[in-house]
């Protein structure tokens, strides 16, 4: 069924086909979102059901073949949970009795007169409408029991309400473990201070809501990475307190930890580091480190966005040059000695190594530049060097 649209497709069974075409004519003047299909009999019914998307039955008792009870019982073997409506002339306790056990979901004797129409229009909202509702909340519940993210409602005291079952398998705790419990005991007790400050600002903001990372140590030892969203709902009935979104994002920030690492040594390494971006016009440093800065004198803003060739000048080699853009164009890698100048104009004897890196998919995304400065001496009596040798 679906539960997005209030449109109620309803199949109505009886015998007599003046009595079902009045009935659809009743019923759709009644209510403008009831759609009214036919059956003269159960089995041309069921034959319907197989077919069509019916979202309620409203059938006769009395009718050859198979009777409305039996019809009923034909349908829940089929169709448990559909809406089942016995609008019979034909109205004696007995049958009540026997259609309730057999399943139906309300029962309805036809009496004289057009009223039972409205009265027919008007079960049949309502049971649809509950039935949808009952649909919507029971889907909520799935999402919410299958969550893989853990959710939490705590208290403004922190003390947890309610707490879904996917806890376990993100933190280790069973659900009914952690109720009535402290929900700051969950984080390690050095991250405890900063974390619980933004839990008492979250508390002083309805509606608001904050984003937390935290570790957590499970009962199985293991420490993980917990990243929470909380949001205040303490005035919303009937959630009352602040609801809290957990999952684990140790791998993520395991990955981060390892960046950095990386990122501090290239940051700290003690010889020039620069990154180029051939993808752009003419191949701009996008990265310098800084000795690379200490090297030249140039700042990281005055670096990045132009191509290596500023610290070229007088005494630059145009052979060495020629090879440089060679081996870049070549992809190869390459390193050489030139004469290159400081931002303060004074020149310095470098030994640059400039090296194409690749993607996964084995395409150069950039160029790595090394810089290093050897003594002024080595370079007096040459104009370039060639070190290719040096290079793998
Ligand atoms: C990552 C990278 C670092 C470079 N570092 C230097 C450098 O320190 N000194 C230098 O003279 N040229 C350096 N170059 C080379 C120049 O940027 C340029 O490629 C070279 O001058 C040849 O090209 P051109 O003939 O268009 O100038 C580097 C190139 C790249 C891609």
Redesign the pocket.
């Known amino acids: 069924m679906d539960v997005t649209t209030d449109f109620v497709r309803l199949l109505h069974v009886d015998d007599n086909p003046a009595i079902t075409e009045l009935t659809a004519t009743y019923l759709e003047r009644e209510d403008e979102r009831i759609s009214v299909t036919t059956a003269t009999g159960a089995e041309a019914a069921l034959d319907i059901l197989a077919t069509d998307e019916i979202d309620c039955v409203v059938s006769d008792y009395n009718m050859p073949g198979l009777n409305g009870i039996e019809f009923l019982e034909a349908v829940r073997r089929e169709y448990p949970d559909l809406l089942f409506i016995l609008f019979t002339g034909r109205g004696s306790e007995e049958i009540a009795s026997e259609a309730i056990s057999a399943g139906v979901s309300d029962y309805l004797q036809k009496g004289g007169g057009t009223d039972k129409y409205a009265l027919l229009a008007n079960r049949v909202g309502n049971a649809v409408q509950k039935r949808r509702n009952e649909r919507a909340r029971e889907r909520d519940q799935a999402i919410i029991t299958e969550a893989t993210d853990a959710i939490l409602v705590v208290g403004a005291d922190a003390t947890v309400q309610y707490a879904t079952p996917s806890t376990e398998a993100v933190m280790g705790r069973a659900a009914a473990d952690l109720r009535g419990t402290d929900a700051s005991e969950l984080i390690v007790p050095a991250d405890r201070p900063r974390v619980m400050a933004e839990f008492a600002a979250l508390v002083a903001d309805p509606g608001g809501h904050r984003t937390v990372e935290f570790r957590h140590d499970r009962p199985d030892g293991t420490r993980i990475w917990i990243e929470t969203r909380g949001r205040n709902l303490l005035d919303r009935e009937p959630v009352d307190g602040i609801v809290i979104y957990g999952r684990d994002v140790t791998d993520r920030k395991e990955r981060e930890t390892e960046l950095r690492r990386q990122s501090r040594i290239i940051e700290q390494a003690p010889i ?1 580091i ?3 971006d051939p993808s752009r016009e003419d ?1 701009p ?1 996008v990265y310098a480190n800084a000795a690379f800065e200490a090297l030249t004198g140039y700042e990281f803003e005055e670096i990045v966005g132009r ?3 500023f ?2 000048g007088e005494r ?1 080699d145009p052979a060495s ?2 090879a ?2 060679d081996a ?1 164009d070549a992809r190869e890698p390459i390193t050489v000695d ?1 004469w ?1 100048y400081r931002k303060d104009g004074t020149e310095f004897w ?1 030994q ?1 190594t ?1 090296s194409p890196i690749e993607d996964d998919d084995g395409d150069i995304t950039q ?3 090394f ?1 290093q400065s050897l003594p002024a001496e080595t370079g007096d009596d040459q104009k370039s060097t060639r070190r290719d040798d040096d290079v793998d």
């Open positions: 020039g620069t990154c180029s191949n440093l191509n290596c060739r610290l070229q630059t040059v020629a440089m853009r870049i030139v290159n470098n640059v400039i160029f790595v530049g810089q």
